[in-house]
Structure formats: structure tokens, C-alpha cells
């Protein structure tokens, strides 16, 4: 099974070239475009990494890792 990423950065055209990139390395890649919906994201599955912007529309980005790691299970542990 390949590894999954989770990418939240609101800059979409960043997110593509990033996720293509990784596609072509063989890793699973799933994006948000904001802090809440990249919570709502991990709330459906864990992936093995996350990839955070720290300046988010709705949140900064350091808010969004102290979400995650007050999360229940093992997505509080996710490395970010």
C-alpha cells in the first residue's frame, strides 16, 4: 500500500504541482483548501503525513496542528 498525504494549503495551483509530483513517486495524495476542511479530512481517515501551510483563510496553520493533535486515535499523532 503506498503512503497517504494529506496536504491543506489554500494556494491550489501549489497543491496540483505538489500532488503531481508525489503521484508520480508512488504516495496517495488527498487536499484541503482550509484548516476545518483538512480537520473534517482527517476526521474520515488518517494519512501517514500531513503537509501544512501556516497561513490558512480560516485558521493559521498552528491552530490547525493543535487541532490535530487533540484529535481522538491515531490522527493526534499523524507526523505534520
Aim: with cysteine; charged share 20%; proline share 6%.
Amino acid at each position: 500500500m503506498n503512503p497517504q498525504l494529506l496536504m491543506i494549503e489554500d494556494d491550489a495551483r501549489l497543491a496540483q504541482m505538489v500532488g503531481e509530483y508525489l503521484a508520480q513517486s508512488g504516495f496517495g495524495f488527498t487536499t484541503a483548501s482550509d484548516g476545518q476542511g483538512g480537520l473534517a479530512k482527517l476526521g474520515e481517515q488518517t494519512p501517514d503525513l500531513v503537509i501544512l501551510d501556516l497561513m490558512l483563510p480560516d485558521m493559521d496553520g498552528l491552530e490547525v496542528c493543535r487541532r490535530i493533535r487533540s484529535l481522538p486515535g491515531a490522527a493526534a499523532k499523524v507526523p505534520v
